[in-house]
């Protein structure tokens, strides 16, 4: 009797399991930011260098998943892809600040128990993502600015570097040109509301992940330099989760990418989610709504990337392009860079 008890039992637990396997695929999506990004200005060789990083993030993510790991070393091992590179405003390429160092942010959130980890303005802190991370699961904090925060990536034992480890030429011309664009701009119009053409054109590379693992938990991640020429100590929206940030297992996950000042405002990635989850809507009409009406109407200019609940694959930008690939189960990966789909 207690054998048969036992072996219905097992029965049941593999059918669960089974179920689960057939209804949670696994599924990671990147950006490498979103801007005026015009293939007049980009030359070949460049246009293959991004898509092969995008590559190389967006399948290293998906052989974490593959090998039944969660989406949360998915997210990291992506994002850390992107961090590494020069090409994006993240870790190494990190923009500039006005006073001519480097300021980074970045954030993760887990969408099972919405467990979240972020860190801001940290300057000597090679891969944030890991510092991000480490606030999430080794601290009873959800954000950490500044000296704290490096003094507990220090006690974390997270590999810290001089700030000029983030020097490139390319930001240094960016923030040059920024600067006599910002002196032929009256000073009320530098306010981060108005759309000034530095604002515009500068900063992209901001970098993110969002993966479903096989168990079904949705991870988001963000990591960014800022906007070239901040100044005060300006934060943007990439460390503040329901902003540049969101995942929850019942509505949809989403990383961000854009002039920050308005996802903060319009606190983008859990408005997204928050119609996804009380108005029925899918995820990608939910990002549309957001993201070509709501922002497009003020001029706030971005993109986002997304899974929905059920691991879904989704984005939306209001600009000429967004860096972009995406990986999903038994599908080829797919990395496009400009508005016109150019998969790669
Ligand atoms: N969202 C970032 C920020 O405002 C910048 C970007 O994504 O390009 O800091």
């Not at 993760?108 to 480490?134: C, E, F, Q």
């Not at 530098?190 to 991870?219: E, F, H």
Request: some cysteine; glycine content about 10%.
């Amino acid at each position: 009797m207690r054998r048969s008890i036992s072996f219905l039992a097992f029965c049941c637990f593999s059918a669960l399991v089974s179920a689960n396997e057939a209804t949670t695929p696994i599924a990671i999506v990147i950006h490498g930011g979103a801007g005026t990004i015009n293939k007049s200005q980009m030359t070949e060789a460049q246009e293959q260098a991004y898509h092969a990083t995008l590559k190389h993030a967006v399948e290293t993510g998906y052989a974490v998943l593959e090998k039944g790991g969660s989406s949360v070393d998915a997210v990291t091992a992506a994002v850390l892809i992107m961090e590494d590179s020069p090409l994006f405003n993240a870790g190494k390429g990190s923009v500039y600040t006005y006073d001519e160092g480097h300021e980074l942010d970045a954030s993760i959130m887990r969408g099972d128990n919405l467990m979240a980890g972020a860190v801001s303005g940290v300057t000597v802190v090679k891969n944030p993502v890991l510092l991000a991370r480490a606030v999430m699961e080794k601290s009873e904090h959800v954000m950490l600015s500044g000296a704290g925060a490096e003094q507990f990536a220090k006690e974390q034992g997270l590999e810290l570097v001089e700030n000029s480890y983030f020097d490139t030429e390319f930001r240094y011309d960016a923030l040059k040109k920024a600067k006599q664009s910002m002196q032929k701009v009256p000073h009320q119009a530098q306010n981060y509301r108005l759309k000034t053409p530095w604002q515009a054109q500068w900063n992209m590379g901001t970098v993110g992940a969002v993966a479903m693992d096989r168990s079904g938990l949705l991870t988001a991640a963000t990591s960014t330099g800022g906007m070239t020429a901040k100044r005060y100590g300006r934060i943007g929206d990439a460390p503040i989760i329901g902003a540049g940030n969101f995942a929850d297992n019942s509505s949809c996950a989403v990383s961000a990418t854009g002039h920050g000042e308005f996802f903060i405002r319009y606190r983008v990635a859990s408005d997204i989610c928050a119609r996804v989850k009380y108005q029925g809507v899918s995820a990608d009409k939910a990002a549309d709504q957001v993201i070509q009406q709501e922002l497009a109407k003020v001029g706030g200019t971005g993109g986002v990337i997304l899974i929905d609940h059920k691991g879904k694959i989704g984005w939306s930008f209001n600009t000429e392009g967004m860096y972009r690939a995406k990986k999903a189960e038994g599908e080829a990966t797919i990395s496009e860079i400009f508005k016109e789909s150019s998969a790669k």
